[in-house]
Each structure stands twice: as C-alpha cells, then as structure tokens.
C-alpha cells in the first residue's frame, strides 16, 4: 500500500521558520495533488496549502506570502516551508496525497493521508 511520512514539526517561536517534509512511499505510479491540512484543538481540518503535479499551487489566505508548498515529483515528496510564524499556525499538520494512481491498478486512483505532526508557535 501506500504510505506518507511526515517530519519538521515542533516548536518555535513567534516570527520564526520550520520545514515540513512529507514522502509518498508504495506503489505509487504518479501523484496528482500533494497537500498540507491542518487542525487545532476544537477546529475542523483546513487545507493550508495544495501543489498539482504541474505546479499549479493554492494557500488559504491566511499563510499567503508566509508559506511556500513544494514538490519533488521523482521522490513522491512535498514540503512546507513556513516563515514569519504566529501563535495562531499552532495545529497538527497533515499530509495529503489526492489522485494516486497505483502501479497495477487500472481505472482508480485513491486519496491518503499522513499520521500528522504538530507545530507549536509560542514564546
């Protein structure tokens, strides 16, 4: 089967950095959207950001011009890297791998998600 592999969370100060790091590993014959999801404490899941495998990305308006979402398509890989950090980025941070096509399986493609990794920003 399939497997994602999240690592780079923790804890850091307002105004500080992290990088997140996310790998597809399995059967995988290609990826279509690799994402980051994340959820605080009494809130619903929210995507933060989205990366196709052309390219094309999205953010929520809230991490704009903050976080950069990445993608390695040959290492199934994708990445967060999150800058000017505030109290309010504290959640747990999911991977998500839309549209996964695996190798022998014809006509389906499945969605997967990580274990998730927390991000504490606080001083």
């Known amino acids: 089967q399939v497997q994602l592999v999240e690592s780079g969370g923790g804890l850091v100060q307002p105004g500080g950095s992290l990088r997140l790091s996310c790998v597809a590993s399995?059967?995988?014959?290609?990826?279509?959207?690799m994402g980051w999801y994340r959820q605080a404490p009494g809130k619903q899941r929210e995507l933060v950001a989205s990366v196709t495998r052309g390219g094309s990305t999205n953010y929520q308006d809230s991490v704009k011009g903050r976080f950069t979402i990445s993608r390695d398509n040959a290492k199934n890989t994708v990445y967060l890297q999150m800058n000017r950090l505030k109290p309010e980025d504290t959640a747990v941070y999911y991977c998500n791998a839309n549209g996964v096509i695996l190798r022998n399986v014809i006509g389906a493609n499945y969605d997967y998600w990580g274990q998730g990794t927390q991000v504490t920003v606080s001083s």
């Open positions: 399995g059967s995988i014959f290609s990826i279509n959207t």
